[in-house]
């Protein structure tokens, strides 16, 4: 199985809404990804977790806060978003980071602020 | 700064065509990773290479890594609508680095 799953699959939130963002995974890989991807670009990397840990912030705004409660969940949190931070945000695991290079992508959640 | 560049950004074929798709890197990457996107859904793991020279083959698609591991190319022969999508590849510096730089991306469009 090399599923990951994302809830919601669309989300539209207006800029003073708290939501949230999960992910799941069942594979027992022990490192995960959060991802931004804004339209006919690349994904942008925003958050890393080894082992329940943070152990990568790349830069990210605060309105952001990701969250590991166990081996298999992944959160990000969101308030107070703008309108820019409309995009596809994707979820990934790997292995470890170790063999973060091979990283399995969830279907992600189409975020829109208003 | 933008490491990996793909060519040819976009492409446009008849069903039936063999095409090729390149990706390429002044700098050195220890694994590079091909992904397939479809509008609306996350980046699918295709292949992944790590050792300069190697060619894989996935049915109809093939792969091949650089003798200097800096480039890669993805090769599909008699492509069907089914490939029709966002082709990243995407490299890794380094084993135990779990930061992937992606290439700009190549939009597929195979047409019936």
């Known amino acids: 199985d090399t599923e990951v799953t994302q809830t919601p699959k669309h989300l539209v939130m207006g800029m003073t809404n708290k939501k949230s963002l999960k992910c799941e995974q069942h594979?027992?890989?022990?490192?995960m990804y959060w991802y931004k991807q804004k339209a006919k670009k690349p994904p942008e990397l925003m958050f890393v977790?080894?082992?329940?840990?943070?152990?990568i912030n790349e830069s990210v705004p605060s309105r952001f806060s990701p969250e590991c409660p166990n081996s298999s969940l992944l959160n990000l949190h969101l308030h107070a978003l703008q309108p820019e931070d409309s995009a596809l945000y994707l979820c990934a695991s790997s292995q470890d980071r170790r063999r973060g290079y091979e990283q399995y992508f969830g279907p992600g959640t189409r975020l829109t602020v208003t | 700064t933008q490491l990996l560049e793909q060519s040819p950004q976009f492409l446009s074929i008849q069903e039936g065509e063999n095409l090729t798709v390149y990706c390429n890197s002044s700098?050195?990457?220890?694994?590079l990773q091909w992904y397939r996107q479809e509008p609306g859904e996350g980046p699918v793991l295709l292949v992944t290479?790590?050792?300069?020279?190697e060619v894989k083959k996935l049915k109809r698609l093939t792969f091949q890594f650089g003798d200097a591991r800096k480039d890669s190319s993805l090769h599909i022969t008699a492509a069907q609508p089914g490939d029709t999508g966002l082709y990243l590849c995407a490299g890794a510096k380094t084993f135990g680095n779990e930061k992937l730089t992606f290439g700009t991306g190549t939009r597929l469009t195979i047409i019936p």
């Open positions: 594979m027992g890989h022990r490192a």
């Open positions: 700098s050195v990457f220890s694994s």
């Open positions: 290479v790590v050792t300069g020279g």
């Open positions: 977790y080894s082992y329940e840990k943070l152990s």
